[in-house]
């Protein structure tokens, strides 16, 4: 005699339906913000006594938003600056900070940089850009 099931003692599996108004239920595709910003290092592995550069873009409607002020706060692991800088954006959007790195930063340890972009009635805090010294 064999082990296991023969084909008449197999049990019928249960049917699923999905009803037609499933794709109704969903949550909406969110919308795109009006306002967005970025920022990032030109090096995300620098010496510990290098100079980077950090960008940052604001966009309207995916444009890019010209005479907007930025500021840049860098975390140190030490404490924080605010870098002296004050760039107005360009045509396109961009603006870029100078940080030189001075040691400030231990090696192997992330910091993070913080840009805010200003204009009357707008502030916006960009994802902010990163980098680790090695």
Same mark, same amino acid.
């Given at each position: 005699? @064999?082990?296991?099931?023969? #084909? ?5 599996? %249960? ?10 239920? @969903? ?9 967005? !910003? +970025? ?12 100079? &980077? &550069? &950090?960008?940052?873009? &604001?966009?309207?409607? /995916? @444009? +890019? ?15 924080? %600056?605010? /870098?002296? %800088? ?14 030189? /790195?001075?040691?400030? %930063? ?13 204009? #009357?009635?707008?502030? /916006?805090? !960009?994802? #902010? @850009? ?5």
């Amino acid at each position: 005699m @064999a082990c296991g099931a023969t #084909p008449d003692q197999v049990a019928p599996q %249960q049917t699923v339906t999905v009803s037609s108004g499933f794709q109704s239920q @969903a949550s909406p595709i969110p919308t795109i913000p009006t306002y967005l !910003c +970025g920022a990032w290092s030109s090096n995300n592995a620098p010496g510990p006594n290098s100079t &980077i &550069i &950090i960008f940052a873009r &604001i966009t309207k409607d /995916l @444009a +890019g938003v010209s005479g907007a002020t930025a500021t840049a706060v860098v975390h140190f692991q030490g404490g924080d %600056q605010t /870098l002296d %800088q004050h760039p107005a954006s360009d045509k396109g959007g961009y603006v870029s900070f100078t940080l030189a /790195l001075q040691g400030r %930063q231990p090696v192997k340890i992330p910091a993070t940089v913080v840009v805010t972009f200003g204009f #009357p009635g707008v502030t /916006l805090n !960009c994802t #902010p @850009a990163f980098f680790t010294p090695m």
